[in-house]
């Protein structure tokens, strides 16, 4: 991967991200957080029901949009996080404190939340 690129991996939070509508097959654009656990990158949100989740789970190519310390459009590919304890070692990483602090518990998270791993096409 590009030597920018990574940097504003490590040094970014906010992006956008373009899916697919699962009932409209329209890109969909969204602003978004994203994390960066043990070198790898994570899209989550807070308990409850997100468009973009349903549209990853639907068709898990989409852009992930750059916009910060450096414009670029990624293609990527989203893997849902679905086993319980692997949800929970990364939603309990110190990265996701803002998370911790919506909730009763992490447990909550691990529960509740969209959770997906970002890999980068190319």
Request: without cysteine.
């Amino acid at each position: 991967m590009d030597e920018r690129i990574e940097r504003a991996l490590n040094r970014d939070d906010t992006i956008d991200i373009t899916t697919i509508g699962r009932q409209s097959g329209r890109p969909q654009r969204v602003e978004i957080w994203f994390m960066r656990v043990n070198g790898r990158t994570y899209i989550t949100g807070t308990p409850g029901l997100r468009d973009w989740y349903a549209n990853l789970l639907a068709q898990p190519r989409f852009t992930f949009h750059l916009k910060q310390s450096l414009r670029a459009d990624l293609p990527a590919h989203a893997r849902p996080i679905l086993d319980v304890d692997e949800r929970r070692q990364i939603l309990s990483a110190p990265v996701m404190a803002w998370y911790h602090s919506q909730v009763d518990s992490i447990e909550d998270l691990v529960v509740g939340s969209p959770l997906v791993e970002v890999t980068f096409e190319g």
